[in-house]
């Protein structure tokens, strides 16, 4: 059974913890796939008022978290090798790499991830130096603290491992798998306020069924994220842009795909 193992080092545990409860994630705890050790980074302060920041040298208002404490912590819970690619330290920040789906999946593969969050200005530039393999940014945006970064790090990464959702092949045609955007769906009743479900969902007929979500998810692609389009080579947009033509009016409305492959040059 494929398991994965992360290492929160915090200065708010209970930030991580309170959202361990939640019921996918701490089931897959209980089940042994998942493991979350959180470590409060206050015990290791080197101070005798437990503090385990200080002022920023050159000036500024802001504190940083100090090289000291956060090696002890980091010493604490991993037998430090750092570019050992089966564990990683991973440091939350602004600037690190953008977090993503692809990304996800291929670091699922790791035995265990050691996730350093942040607060105040940051963390001494020593510590990244020393014992960091990857920043990771969840968003081009300054957050408080890295607690989030790392929540939305364990959850992504945990979809990918088997046995933590409930069922693997509904993730299979997820937004991002494939590069692409999910279609549009739909729950019953088939109609609900004048808007009925398109035809081919209930058609019962599973390779049509199949064609029409690819076809809806690349053209759902095209009008929401464009840029997720820019390099492919294996769309066949003559085939799309008749199946486009082909969508009686209040379908691609009720879709929202009105006005995408209108002009002849796409
Ligand atoms: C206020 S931020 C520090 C920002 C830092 N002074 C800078 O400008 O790069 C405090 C902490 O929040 C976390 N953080 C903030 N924004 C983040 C983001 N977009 N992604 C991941 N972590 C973030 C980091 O752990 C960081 O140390």
Redesign the pocket.
Request: neutral net charge; charged residues 5%; aromatic residues 14%.
């Given at each position: 059974m494929k398991k994965i193992k992360f290492q929160v080092v915090t200065l708010f545990p209970e930030l991580i913890q309170s959202y361990l409860k939640d019921a996918l994630l701490s089931k897959a705890i209980t089940s042994g796939v998942l493991c979350v050790d959180v470590t409060d980074l206050r015990p290791f302060s080197d101070t005798k008022y437990k503090s385990v920041d200080d002022t920023v040298f050159g000036g500024g208002d802001?504190m940083l978290?100090k090289y000291k404490p956060l090696a002890s912590a980091l010493n604490s819970v991993h037998i430090f090798k750092k570019g050992n690619s089966d564990k990683k330290v991973v440091?939350?920040?602004?600037?690190?790499k953008p977090w993503n789906s692809s990304l996800a999946k291929e670091w699922s593969k790791s035995e265990e991830i050691i996730l350093?969050?942040?607060?105040?200005?940051?963390?001494d530039q020593r510590f990244i130096h020393h014992f960091v393999d990857e920043e990771?940014?969840?968003?081009?945006?300054?957050?408080?603290?890295?607690e989030?970064?790392a929540l939305v790090m364990i959850e992504s990464i945990s979809r990918f491992i088997p046995g933590v959702l409930g069922d693997q092949a509904s993730a299979a045609i997820d937004s991002f798998e494939d590069g692409l955007l999910e279609a549009p769906q739909f729950t019953k009743p088939q109609s609900e306020d004048g808007f009925t479900v398109p035809a081919v969902l209930v058609s019962g007929n599973h390779q049509k069924i199949s064609e029409w979500q690819k076809k809806c998810a690349i053209l759902t692609t095209l009008k929401k994220r464009p840029d997720l389009l820019a390099r492919r080579k294996d769309i066949n947009w003559p085939e799309l842009q008749d199946f486009y033509k082909k969508m009686n009016p209040e379908e691609k409305t009720l879709l929202g795909l009105d006005g995408l492959l209108d002009t002849e040059n796409k």
């Open positions: 802001g978290f440091y939350l920040s602004p600037q690190g350093v969050c942040g607060r105040y200005a940051g963390v990771v940014s969840i968003g081009d945006y300054v957050l408080s603290g890295g989030l970064g």
